[in-house]
């Protein structure tokens, strides 16, 4: 029969222990015991988030594909998080993006995508960007992770490439916008033109900062045929698009998915209740479901 082991933190650690005594630490995921004068720390592997199948991905052809969604509770002014697959393809615009939202304004647009020397970036239009991550290959995939903290000036961007922290974007004034504009996945909503080509799969919202260890957690936990389920990862997961592998994706004649066929729409697969539920799904414009392809 399972033993369940008695819980602390890393602030409120017994004052009197007896040796042998042992604990897990809920707020650093460590497993302590006391040897008799100090306490020894046993540093988590990193969580393992349970699969799920996954056999499709959303192709943008670079030209006039792009996805949208218009649902102001995935506004995303400040501590947010964005992931997502994506595997870019040749001839593409400088500074697309794979998710873009904002006011088209100084300041108040915002990227999650490319800078034009092939690094994976936040892009704060007129305020500032980072360009020192590396340079990524065509035709490759990789997992990106996108995490905002702070507002104004004190703003913090991180951006993380296959599990590890790619760069720190910081020194930026961010702008609130009053409107919201909706969100294009795979198209810049500033210019209009710089059309993502390539895939995305499986991408998520949360409406707060996922850790360091978090982002690892869910690189580590994929396999190649199965996703990570990202309810599995925070409690503030707001909307996921699994890009044609959700219960109710369609194509665009309403039917069930499959390899090249238009997409129809791409529902919210999260089961949060509250902010981002139906109306966050997302609809396709000439892009085309894809097997994800290794």
């Given at each position: 029969m399972p033993t369940t082991i008695p819980t602390t933190t890393s602030t409120t650690r017994p004052g009197s222990p007896s040796t042998g005594d042992a604990y897990f630490e809920t707020d650093t995921k460590d497993y302590i015991i006391y040897d008799g004068s100090n306490w020894r720390t046993y540093e988590s592997d990193e969580a393992r988030y349970p699969e799920i199948s996954n056999s499709l991905s959303a192709f943008f052809d670079g030209t006039d594909d792009s996805l949208s969604a218009n649902d102001s509770s995935l506004s995303l002014q400040t501590d947010f998080s964005i992931a997502c697959w994506f595997n870019r393809g040749s001839g593409v615009a400088s500074w697309d993006a794979l998710v873009s939202w904002g006011s088209a304004s100084?300041?108040?647009?915002?990227?999650?995508?490319?800078?034009?020397?092939?690094?994976?970036?936040?892009?704060?239009?007129?305020?500032?960007?980072?360009?020192?991550?590396?340079?990524?290959?065509?035709s490759i995939w990789y997992h990106g992770v996108l995490t905002l903290s702070g507002t104004g000036s004190s703003a913090v961007a991180k951006v993380y490439v296959n599990g590890n922290l790619d760069s720190t974007v910081t020194g930026f004034a961010l702008l609130d916008y009053s409107t919201y504009g909706g969100h294009l996945f795979g198209r810049s909503t500033y210019g209009g033109s710089e059309y993502y080509n390539g895939h995305i799969d499986e991408l998520g919202i949360w409406n707060s900062v996922l850790t360091a260890t978090d982002v690892g957690s869910i690189y580590n936990s994929y396999s190649t045929s199965d996703a990570v389920n990202l309810n599995s990862v925070s409690d503030n997961l707001v909307a996921w698009y699994r890009m044609g592998d959700s219960s109710g994706d369609t194509d665009s004649g309403g039917g069930t998915p499959s390899n090249n066929d238009v997409i129809g729409t791409v529902v919210n697969a999260s089961t949060v209740s509250g902010s981002g539920g139906s109306n966050a799904n997302i609809t396709g414009s000439n892009s085309t479901y894809s097997t994800t392809i290794s």
């Open positions: 100084s300041g108040r647009y915002r990227a999650f995508g490319f800078s034009n020397t092939n690094r994976l970036t936040f892009n704060a239009f007129g305020m500032g960007y980072d360009n020192s991550g590396q340079i990524l290959s065509n």
